[in-house]
RNA sequence: GUGACCGUAGCUCAAUUGGUCAGAGCACCGGACUGUGGCUCCGGGGGUUGCGGGUUCAAUUCCCGUCGGUCACCCCA
């Protein structure tokens, strides 16, 4: 077996390039449609841009290296520290809000396993300077019009949404002390992979009352605001702002047309980092993948990293479990170019030569042109020519002989049906005259 | 990092209880088809059976190691 690429990393033959190449292409058409406008970083970082954001305990899942220079540096894991950044190193003189998207690869060192591998290429979409939840309700729309211009609708996608601070105030609400919301919200995270017992125990040890956990669990199932308003019974003044921004979220996004691929649901916690308010993630509807996309509100990052203190939100969808739902679904097309026009002539070199010199002409006015490149029998040449997927073929005259008489022919490879022209030129004005050869 | 399962041509797979078992289909290349393709027929290239040890008269088939793959945990993108 000959060596691969890496464990975790992918080599892209054209097929599998023209995939990724045409999920690119959907994420930065919708990304223009909502007005966000593209930038880049470095894929290599110093160390300390991300260990200052998240510990030294992430190294060990970070591809890090000493340079030549003696500087700690990584390939990086995630774009927000980059974003962050940039913004912050202009956030002045930076148009408000800030819409802006990035397709970086980016890279981690993990084991890999399915929709998980140690380099993918995401989607970041992010807007920075806006406080209120229409712009939240804005970066869902955007999430889920791609959703809709890949063809899942919401039969196959669910948009799951909560709100960290609505937890804190439902939390607070079932009499669940401050001081334990954060070890609740690790449970929380992990209910739907945790055997009841065990979150009940782990709720138990976190100092959480018997009646208290049982609110909980149902709380959890609930997934309109109307349940949650209804479930809780009680209410107070910080549940009630809550309850109304995420009411006031949930009917923005269905004002802009996504409303129905979008569920309130508490269990949505999206890790432990940086979140302030909403989070959202992105699921097929049938629970086969790992989340398609999944993002929030992280207000108080910036103003962490030493920046400027702006308020920021932002999502990240990846092309791995985004493909493989794509595939499973049949949804998956391909951006590849095939070739427009073939073109084929006799067997011997003078009859190569008149192919080149058309070839070259067709290839001035932009189409997509190929050629036997050495001289064989018509009968092969159009054989080549059904292989590589071209739309059309012109047959050449011989250079010298007469057989087949003089006039060129452009055939149509699917209908069969053919034209002739009495020379090179009427061929080059007739095909450049009539492009659309996909 | 931990655990389970798996590893035969580019792809999908076959090879009786270890004994001509290294094969088929698809794909690729060539020929039948000396001015027209996708059908058909024929032929060809390509595998040290992931790699390295061990057991045995004999291993693709058993054992160990290693590398790789898949899945789960950890963690999250």
């Known amino acids: 077996m000959a060596q691969g690429a890496l464990p975790g990393f992918r080599d892209f033959y054209p097929q599998e390039l023209a995939e990724r190449a045409y999920i690119m292409s959907v994420w930065r058409e919708v990304a223009r449609r909502y007005a966000f406008v593209e930038y880049d970083g470095p894929p290599l970082e110093p160390l300390e841009l991300y260990t200052k954001k998240s510990g030294e305990e992430i190294v060990g899942q970070l591809y890090n290296f ?49 929709g998980r591998l140690r380099e993918h290429y995401q989607l970041n979409v992010d807007i920075f300077g806006e406080a209120s939840v229409a712009a939240d309700a804005e970066l ?35 009499g669940a002390a401050e001081d334990a919301h954060e070890a609740v919200f690790a449970v929380i995270d992990k209910v739907e992979r945790t055997p009841r017992a065990v979150s009940e125990e782990k709720l138990r040890a976190a100092g959480l009352e018997e009646s208290a956990t049982g609110k909980l669990f149902e709380l959890l199932r609930v997934r309109t605001a109307a349940e949650l308003r209804a479930v809780i019974g009680t209410t107070n003044r910080a549940l009630d702002e809550r309850l109304a921004e995420i009411e006031q979220y949930l009917d923005f996004t269905a004002r802009l047309g996504v409303g129905e691929y979008v569920q309130l649901d508490l269990t949505i916690v ?39 203190d702006l308020p920021a939100l932002g999502f990240g969808m990846g092309d791995v479990v985004l493909g493989e739902l794509l595939r499973a679904r049949g949804l998956m097309k391909s951006a590849a170019r095939p070739v427009e026009v073939w073109v084929a002539g006799g067997e011997r070199t003078v009859d190569l030569q008149k192919v080149m010199s058309l070839a070259a002409s067709l290839r001035a006015e932009g189409l997509a042109v190929e050629y036997s490149l050495r001289p064989q029998q018509i009968a092969k040449q159009f054989k080549a020519a059904a292989t590589a997927g071209a739309k ?47």
């Open 66 to 114: 000493d340079d030549k220079g003696g500087r700690q540096v990584a390939l990086r894991p995630e774009m927000t520290p980059t974003v962050a950044r940039m913004v912050g190193a202009r956030a002045n003189a930076l148009r408000k809000p800030v819409r802006w998207f990035s397709i970086p690869q980016l890279f981690r060192y993990e084991r890999q396993q399915k």
């Open 140 to 174: 869902m729309a955007a999430a889920l019009d791609m959703m809709r211009a890949f063809g899942l609708g919401h039969d196959d996608v669910r948009a799951r949404v909560s709100d960290r601070r609505l937890l804190r105030a439902v939390l607070t609400t079932i």
């Open 270 to 308: 999206r890790g432990l980092a940086y979140y302030t308010g909403i989070v959202f993630e992105l699921f097929d509807a049938k629970g086969e993948f790992r989340a398609i996309a999944g993002g929030g509100r992280y207000d108080t990052l910036l103003a962490s990293l030493g920046g400027v």
């Open 392 to 438: 059309r073929a012109v047959i050449v005259p011989l250079a010298t002989d007469a057989v087949g008489g003089t006039e060129y022919t452009i055939r149509d490879l699917d209908s069969g049906e053919q034209t002739k022209y009495p020379d090179a030129d009427a061929v080059v004005r007739a095909l450049a005259a009539a492009p659309g050869a996909r």
